[in-house]
């Protein structure tokens, strides 16, 4: 067996909904003893399962060479034990059910004129065939409508694949089903007046595997001018390198984009520009999520297999066990 760090550290906890905690003298396992400080405040709210952390303060840190016990977020050696009773987390993966089942849907409606992303351009839905002229071509008694759609494919609830953001990424052709669809999926509470959806938010969860939902109750302002206000709710670069060292499939937002849309970012896009490179689909315009619980349900939002196109609207939805 290789060598084993446990770091002991004092922490101060804020919440990003008021209050805080001390711990002192507090033991963690770590993978290995050049751990930082960022990455042991996420793994050290990981550990305790803590939500809605805004910032966590750590000092007097020293390593100690010895076995690990099980901490959450670093696997213990064979034979070394479990947990050092810190784990109060509640947080739990699967169903918890049996029976039926309850959709629920996340998408916004896609109507005529309708405004997605401000200042551009609109859906018009019109009809290619009425009912009226079909009845010359069929039996009487027999008639048919086919409409037309014209539209820019960042409409409504859409998910981005790779080629949005890289010219040789995969588009939705080649995006893989199992990537898009069924997922099991966890979603992340962010509390109201947060804005950016960093590491120490996401680090209770487990979401490897799974598609990530961020409810940030921005959907609310959908279809108005506030909703492409610049205090939009967003994920930083951090977070979205979080999301990817742990593995997530696909993450979503109920707000106007992924990234900070606020002239302070200089037009940088850190979280499409991480996940679409490691191939992680983003699904930006969600809505509902307030009716979806923390775990225990399969998230869908699967567009049609369109070659040389990077975005394009999709019906998202999640699959609920019954309880």
């Given at each position: 067996?290789?060598?084993?760090?446990?770091?002991?550290?004092?922490?101060?906890?804020?919440?990003?909904?008021?209050?805080?905690?001390?711990?002192?003298?507090?033991?963690?396992?770590?993978?290995?003893?050049?751990?930082?400080?960022?990455?042991?405040?996420?793994l050290?709210?990981?550990?305790?399962?803590?939500?809605?952390?805004?910032?966590?303060?750590?000092?007097?840190?020293?390593?100690?060479?010895?076995?690990?016990?099980?901490?959450?977020?670093?696997?213990?050696?064979?034979?070394s034990?479990?947990?050092?009773?810190?784990?109060?987390s509640?947080q739990?993966?699967?169903?918890?059910?049996?029976?039926?089942?309850?959709?629920?849907?996340?998408?916004h409606?896609?109507?005529?004129?309708?405004?997605?992303?401000?200042?551009?351009?609109?859906?018009?839905?019109?009809?290619?065939?009425?009912?009226?002229?079909?009845?010359?071509?069929?039996?009487?008694?027999?008639?048919?409508?086919?409409?037309?759609?014209?539209?820019?494919?960042?409409?409504?609830?859409?998910?981005?694949?790779?080629?949005?953001?890289?010219?040789?990424?995969?588009?939705?052709?080649?995006?893989?089903?199992?990537?898009?669809?069924?997922?099991?999926?966890v979603?992340?509470?962010v509390?109201?007046?947060?804005?950016?959806?960093?590491?120490?938010?996401?680090?209770?969860?487990?979401?490897?595997?799974?598609?990530?939902?961020?409810?940030?109750?921005?959907?609310?302002?959908?279809?108005?001018?506030?909703?492409?206000?610049?205090?939009?709710?967003?994920?930083?670069?951090?977070?979205?390198?979080?999301?990817i060292?742990?593995?997530?499939?696909?993450?979503?937002?109920?707000?106007?984009?992924?990234?900070?849309?606020?002239?302070?970012?200089?037009?940088?896009?850190?979280?499409?520009?991480?996940?679409?490179?490691?191939?992680?689909?983003?699904?930006e315009?969600?809505?509902?999520?307030?009716?979806?619980?923390?775990t225990?349900?399969?998230?869908?939002?699967?567009p049609?297999?369109?070659?040389?196109?990077?975005?394009?609207?999709?019906?998202?939805?999640?699959?609920?066990?019954?309880?």
């Amino acid at each position: 067996m290789g060598e084993q760090w446990r770091a002991q550290f004092d922490a101060e906890v804020t919440f990003a909904n008021s209050g805080g905690l001390r711990t002192d003298g507090f033991r963690l396992d770590v993978p290995d003893r050049d751990i930082t400080d960022d990455e042991l405040a996420a793994l050290f709210v990981r550990h305790l399962g803590l939500l809605m952390v805004a910032d966590v303060r750590i000092s007097g840190r020293t390593m100690v060479e010895e076995p690990h016990r099980g901490g959450r977020g670093v696997t213990p050696a064979a034979g070394s034990g479990g947990s050092d009773g810190s784990d109060n987390s509640g947080q739990s993966g699967g169903s918890g059910g049996s029976g039926g089942r309850r959709l629920v849907e996340l998408s916004h409606v896609v109507t005529d004129g309708m405004t997605t992303l401000p200042g551009w351009p609109a859906p018009r839905i019109t009809q290619w065939l009425t009912r009226e002229a079909s009845r010359a071509s069929y039996a009487p008694g027999t008639e048919f409508q086919v409409g037309r759609i014209d539209m820019i494919a960042n409409t409504g609830t859409y998910v981005d694949t790779p080629a949005h953001r890289f010219a040789e990424g995969a588009d939705l052709a080649a995006t893989p089903l199992d990537r898009l669809a069924d997922l099991p999926g966890v979603v992340v509470r962010v509390p109201a007046g947060t804005r950016a959806v960093d590491r120490l938010l996401l680090a209770p969860y487990d979401v490897a595997g799974r598609a990530v939902l961020l409810h940030t109750g921005w959907s609310a302002h959908f279809g108005t001018d506030r909703y492409g206000a610049p205090e939009a709710p967003y994920l930083t670069g951090d977070g979205a390198r979080a999301l990817i060292d742990a593995g997530a499939a696909l993450v979503g937002i109920d707000s106007i984009n992924i990234d900070d849309m606020s002239p302070a970012s200089a037009g940088e896009r850190p979280a499409h520009s991480t996940l679409l490179a490691h191939g992680v689909p983003v699904v930006e315009h969600l809505t509902g999520l307030d009716a979806l619980p923390p775990t225990g349900f399969r998230f869908t939002a699967a567009p049609p297999m369109v070659a040389g196109m990077g975005t394009f609207p999709v019906r998202a939805f999640a699959v609920l066990d019954a309880a």
